[in-house]
T-cell receptor
Framework: GQNIDQPTEMTATEGAIVQINCTYQ??????LFWYQQHAGEAPTFLSY????GLEEKGRFSSFLSRSKGYSYLLLKELQMKDSASYLC?????????????????FGKGTKLSVKP | DADVTQTPRNRITKTGKRIMLECSQT?????MYWYRQDPGLGLRLIYY???????NKGEISDGYSVSRQAQAKFSLSLESAIPNQTALYFC?????????????FGPGTRLTVT
């Protein structure tokens, strides 16, 4: 089966750094996404990793280790507006399709609360 | 204007009623998806379509049906709504034209079945 685990909730302080971990066990791995979702709103794309290593985008970085089935999202210089849920999602390939014809399997999300 | 729109945004209906949720997009994407989100369960895929003539069941398709009327429109129907279909429903789109084939989500429809 497909399984993606991430902590349910985390709390951090404004200005600090927080790391949100994601572990996965899936078949046909073809990339890992991180999405941000504010309460009651649509998820929005943050980052994508398909090769091992770190991808940096401003205050946000995402890391992937395919051999360990592990990723993390690192948020630096936390701001109050970063209070949101962070969704880890793995793209799995579909049988009979090539290239990137895959679907996303989502973790349950990590609710991050940033406090002053 | 939003690239992916959903109507209605909120809907309360009664058990046994038929209801349709609609999704439209102006992104020119070929792929469209319907998800539901429940507290503690995350996003789960209901149906997906890679082009107008392609419809596929997702993880939790029982009790739902879809129609891809055009490349830009993808509707989700609940033939006979039941209370455990109360959830937040999202439509999403993607395309090989995007760098990572990432999915773009509509604003969601909050559905309550009483």
């Amino acid at each position: 089966g497909q399984n993606i685990d991430q902590p349910t909730e985390m709390t951090a302080t404004e200005g600090a750094i927080v790391q949100i971990n994601c572990t996965y066990q899936t078949s046909g791995f073809n990339g890992l996404f991180w999405y941000q979702q504010h309460a009651g709103e649509a998820p929005t794309f943050l980052s994508y990793n398909v090769l091992d290593g770190l991808e940096e985008k401003g205050r946000f970085s995402s890391f992937l280790s395919r051999s360990k089935g592990y990723s993390y999202l690192l948020l630096k210089e936390l701001q109050m507006k970063d209070s949101a849920s962070y969704l880890c999602a793995v793209r799995v390939l579909l049988r009979g399709y090539g290239g990137s014809q895959g679907n996303l399997i989502f973790g349950k999300g990590t609710k991050l609360s940033v406090k002053p | 204007d939003a690239d992916v729109t959903q109507t209605p945004r909120n809907r309360i209906t009664k058990t046994g009623k038929r209801i349709m949720l609609e999704c439209s997009q102006t992104k020119g994407h070929d792929r469209m998806y319907w998800y539901r989100q429940d507290p503690g369960l995350g996003l789960r895929l209901i149906y997906y379509s890679f082009d107008v003539k392609d419809i596929n069941k997702g993880e939790i398709s029982d009790g739902y049906s879809v129609s891809r009327q055009a490349q830009a429109k993808f509707s989700l129907s609940l033939e006979s709504a039941i209370p455990n279909q109360t959830a937040l429903y999202f439509c999403a789109t993607s395309s090989r034209g995007e760098a990572y084939y990432e999915q773009y989500f509509g604003p969601g429809t909050r559905l309550t079945v009483t």
